[in-house]
C-alpha cells in the first residue's frame, strides 16, 4: 500500500536518496543552473517535505516551499530509480497540487532543467496542468532551465 507522509528528513533512506538526486543534477547541471535542494536547504521553516512509501519501501519524494501566503514552489521531485514506471511521481505531484489547494495557494511554480534528460518530467507537469512562465522567486533567464506554472483557481 503506497503512503505519502510528511518527513522531518532525520532518517538515513531519505538523506541517501536526496544525496542520490543532488548528485545526479550535479552530474548532469552546470552548477551555476543547480537549484536542488540539499538536506539543509529544505529543512528550511518554510519548506514542507513528503516521502512516499509502497509498504516498507521508500519511493519517492517531493516538497513545496512557500514563497508569500498565494504561491508555492515545487521542489525535490524524486523517484527511487528501482521504483520508476509505477506511478510514484504522478503520485506524487498530484499530493503536492492538492496541498497546495488545501493551503490556499492559487499558484505553484517549479523550475526544471530544459535538456533532453528531463524531458519526462516536463510532459509529467504538462499533464498536470502546468504551463512555462518566466523565471520567477529570484530566478533567472537560463538556457538550462525552464520554469512553469500551475495556476489553482
Known amino acids: 500500500m503506497r503512503t505519502i507522509v510528511i518527513d522531518d528528513l532525520s532518517g538515513p533512506r531519505i538523506a541517501a536518496l536526496l544525496q542520490e538526486h543532488v548528485d545526479e543534477m550535479r552530474a548532469i547541471t552546470p552548477p551555476e543552473s543547480k537549484h536542488a535542494l540539499d538536506l539543509d536547504g529544505l529543512r528550511q521553516p518554510d519548506v514542507t517535505f513528503w516521502s512516499v512509501y509502497d509498504g516498507d519501501e521508500l519511493v519517492g519524494c517531493g516538497a513545496l516551499k512557500e514563497l508569500d501566503a498565494a504561491t508555492a514552489e515545487v521542489k525535490s521531485m524524486r523517484t527511487a530509480a528501482a521504483a520508476q514506471r509505477r506511478g510514484v511521481a504522478s503520485a506524487v505531484l498530484a499530493h503536492l497540487v ?43 533567464p537560463d538556457p538550462n532551465s525552464v520554469h512553469m506554472i500551475l495556476h489553482l483557481t
Open 98 to 140: 492538492a496541498a497546495g489547494r488545501d493551503r490556499g495557494y492559487t499558484r505553484l511554480y517549479l523550475e526544471t532543467g530544459s535538456a533532453a534528460f528531463f524531458a519526462p518530467a516536463r510532459a509529467l507537469y504538462e499533464k498536470f496542468g502546468f504551463t512555462y512562465c518566466e523565471p520567477f522567486a529570484g530566478y533567472r
